[in-house]
């Protein structure tokens, strides 16, 4: 079945970016997601790629794709304390729906 | 208007308790889903709705019934809860389900807190 894996925590400080990292195991997989969920709130999608693509841009957010190692990233420029959060990378591919990673906890520190 | 909307934002009910738990969405969207999320965990799909049918149930308790009375609408139905059931029940949207594909973004409401005592 289909895997998704990511590093349970990353501290960063204040105005450095952030790199968040992710494995998938599924090769057939077309979509790649980053979610954001702040506590106690729901999930927001802050950005997606199609695997035909490696490196999607927006604002401050940089995905880089490596379909080869089946590696994405997530490169937040600049981070600010209201980055603190759990950062989800999902895939979909085969299967019916997106399969999520345990995500991984974003600490900004002043 | 690009919102999923969740209601009760929290919830505490007793095990004998019925109670229901609510999602709307005015997207246009065709398929809708509950999701269950425990604390540090990812969310776990439970149940899809594709055009008002029901796509998939992920072997989820009968104690859990879902109901979609229209396209906006998406009701789970709680009834004799254990307490690990608690957790944060999240409803998501998408576009549509054609061929076993999700067609488009997953949107996701701010989810409902759910305690069962």
């Known amino acids: 079945g289909e895997d998704v894996e990511q590093s349970l925590f990353l501290s960063v400080r204040e105005g450095d970016s952030s790199v968040i990292n992710c494995t998938y195991t599924d090769s057939s997989s077309t979509y790649l997601y980053w979610y954001k969920q702040e506590p106690g709130a729901g999930l927001q999608l802050l950005t997606y790629?199609?695997?035909?693509?490696d490196m999607k841009q927006d604002q401050r957010l940089t995905v880089l794709l490596n379909k080869k190692d089946k590696h994405l990233s997530l490169r937040i420029a600049d981070t600010q304390t209201g980055d603190s959060a759990i950062y989800f990378c999902a895939e979909k591919g085969g299967s019916y729906i997106p399969t999520f990673g345990r995500g991984t906890s974003l600490i900004v520190h002043p | 208007d690009t919102e999923v909307t969740q209601t009760p934002k929290h919830l505490v009910m007793g095990m004998t308790n019925k109670k229901s738990l609510k999602c709307e969405q005015h997207?246009?969207?065709?398929?809708m889903y509950w999701y269950k999320q425990k604390a540090k965990k990812p969310p776990e799909l439970m149940f899809v709705?594709?055009?008002?049918?029901?796509?998939i149930n992920e072997s989820v308790p009968s104690r859990f019934s879902p109901e979609c009375p229209n396209s906006s609408l998406l009701n789970l139905h709680l009834h004799a809860l254990q307490p690990e059931d608690s957790a944060l029940y999240l409803c998501a949207s998408s576009p549509g389900l054609a061929g076993g594909t999700l067609i488009g973004e997953l949107f996701f409401g701010e989810g409902s807190r759910l305690t069962v005592l």
């Open positions: 709705y594709s055009y008002e049918k029901l796509s």
């Open positions: 790629i199609f695997s035909n693509m």
């Open positions: 997207m246009g969207h065709r398929a």
